[in-house]
């Protein structure tokens, strides 16, 4: 297979018309791409940090443990106040400099426009105190400061225009030149307020197909990869010209069950297919050992992950669980049916990352198997997929712990009508425990409640969290300075240089 790359590689794989960039220009491409750089839209907020543009109040460090990032240090007063100061002599890239007030009319902008980030936040108001911000809360929010370094809060100067395309932000680089469907273009900050910034510029280019993305990296088309197959990046791991930087991560492929569906309302159905899911398989065949199965929402290296797989592995307890419930194969056609009714779903996913459409065909494969007809659809368009509903089983990738805590994640995806609960799971007890998590201060509570409610959910088995990533980026030998975060939201900085 390496081989073939690098004999289709003899004219540009990307762009015919493609030039040849300045020496002091890095060229990265990747399989992720955003509709838009305002960090208060959906998740968009992600690329504006990952790109150097916008940066947040505070941080996590490879441990995933907070920092003061434009912020200086905080203090809570009580349980629903916290006074945060700021760092002196920061300024915006279009030269204003940074104020209190122009921080709070940034995170007062997001709570206007992010769904997601009013629940998680909680704020009530925001004062202007000397060089301080003074923000109450509506209720005890232990997590507020982990909270506060989820890109959607990434500090920008609101009074300018066309932030969905080049928002002004303090980070090591500037939008030189956004485009949502090919390649954007950054400049170097001249005025970056923390140390000097190596690289003039930096040049985006996304590339949905992994294999077109490998090819691009052997021709020098591209200096780093981000997104190649797993199997390419083993290929890679052969090849002195390139060094690989990896991390472990909190990302998780997780299948949800869409519970409007009649066959999916039944539990025993959907434990059926959560025995047909081969966890060890796909992450050794499939995954090539750059991913571990998942015990759980969180991996098993955190205080407030499961201790055991949530179920295993049976193909005989899955079909007899199926007969019980009613589904034979009345008409010898190889699918399970009940009622009249065949036993068919169709599983959503995208191929941005490109092991999912890998699994969704391993899972296609397993499910037919006993019986059970999986028709895969491939989609642009996941979030907007999942948020209306139109789906059955869908395979996802989430970071599960985005900001060292448990709390975001499953008030999103297991509460009640939570942001980014696909699949309308609902459980009164997880909503009892999810609100008592929401004001426990105290850490080995907290990681107790999170592992009750993970319990709970997966004894109902509403989730099948499939495997916890590793991060990768592939790289040319003279790159430095740029390394997967366990968070995947940290990218560019001011040390990232090409030698």
């Not at 949502?180 to 273009?185: D, E």
């Amino acid at each position: 297979m390496f081989l073939l790359i690098l004999q289709l590689t003899g004219c540009s794989v990307i762009d015919s018309s493609i030039e040849w960039e300045e020496k002091d220009q890095l060229v990265f491409g990747t399989t992720l791409s955003t509709k838009s750089l305002d960090p208060a839209n959906g998740y968009c907020g992600w690329f504006t940090v990952r790109y150097g543009v916008g940066e947040t109040l505070f941080k996590l460090d490879d441990n995933m443990q907070v920092e003061p990032w434009i912020a200086e240090n905080y203090e809570m007063i009580d349980g629903k106040t916290w006074k945060i100061e700021l760092k002196n002599n920061i300024s915006f890239q279009n030269g204003k400099n940074l104020t209190p007030l122009s921080v709070k009319n940034s995170i007062d902008r997001t709570l206007k426009l992010n769904a997601r980030a009013e629940e998680t936040l909680k704020i009530d108001n925001i004062k202007v105190e000397d060089n301080s911000i003074i923000i109450t809360t509506t209720e005890e929010n232990p997590t507020l400061i982990n909270d506060l370094c989820d890109p959607f809060v990434a500090i920008i100067d609101v009074e300018e225009e066309n932030i969905d395309t080049n928002p002004i932000g303090t980070g090591p680089f500037k939008v030189s030149n956004f485009n949502p469907t090919g390649s954007s273009y950054f400049e170097k900050n001249e005025s970056y307020w923390d140390e000097e910034v190596k690289l003039s510029s930096i040049k985006v280019i996304p590339i949905a197909d992994a294999d077109t993305l490998a090819m691009a990296l052997q021709s020098g088309e591209i200096d780093v990869a981000q997104g190649l197959s797993y199997s390419m990046i083993s290929l890679f791991e052969k090849d002195s010209n390139y060094k690989i930087s990896s991390t472990d991560t909190s990302r998780a492929i997780v299948m949800y069950f869409n519970g409007k569906n009649e066959d999916l309302k039944n539990s025993n159905v959907r434990k059926a297919i959560n025995m047909l899911i081969n966890k060890d398989d796909y992450c050794n065949s499939i995954l090539k050992s750059q991913a571990t199965p998942s015990v759980g929402a969180f991996p098993s290296n955190t205080s407030y992950s499961l201790d055991k797989l949530d179920i295993e592995y049976d193909k005989d307890k899955s079909i007899e669980l199926l007969n019980r419930e009613g589904y034979t194969d009345s008409n010898n056609d190889g699918i399970l049916d009940k009622d009249g009714k065949t036993l068919s779903f169709k599983l959503v996913t995208y191929s941005a990352r490109a092991e999912l459409p890998s699994i969704a065909q391993a899972i296609q494969n397993d499910l037919k198997n006993v019986g059970i007809d999986v028709n895969i659809e491939i989609t642009d368009n996941i979030n907007d997929i999942l948020s209306s509903g139109n789906f059955e089983l869908a395979i996802y990738s989430n970071i599960t712990s985005a900001t060292g805590d448990t709390l975001a994640y499953l008030n999103n995806a297991m509460k009640t009508n939570g942001a980014s609960n696909y699949g309308g799971y609902s459980n009164r007890e997880v909503d009892e425990l999810i609100d008592k998590l929401k004001i426990e201060f105290n850490k080995e509570e907290r990681d107790k409640l999170a592992t009750e409610i993970q319990k709970l959910a997966l004894d109902e088995n509403a989730y099948n969290f499939i495997a916890n990533m590793k991060m990768s980026f592939v790289m040319k030998n003279n790159v430095t300075g740029i390394d997967p975060h366990p968070t995947d939201y940290y990218q560019f900085n001011a040390n990232t240089d090409i030698e």
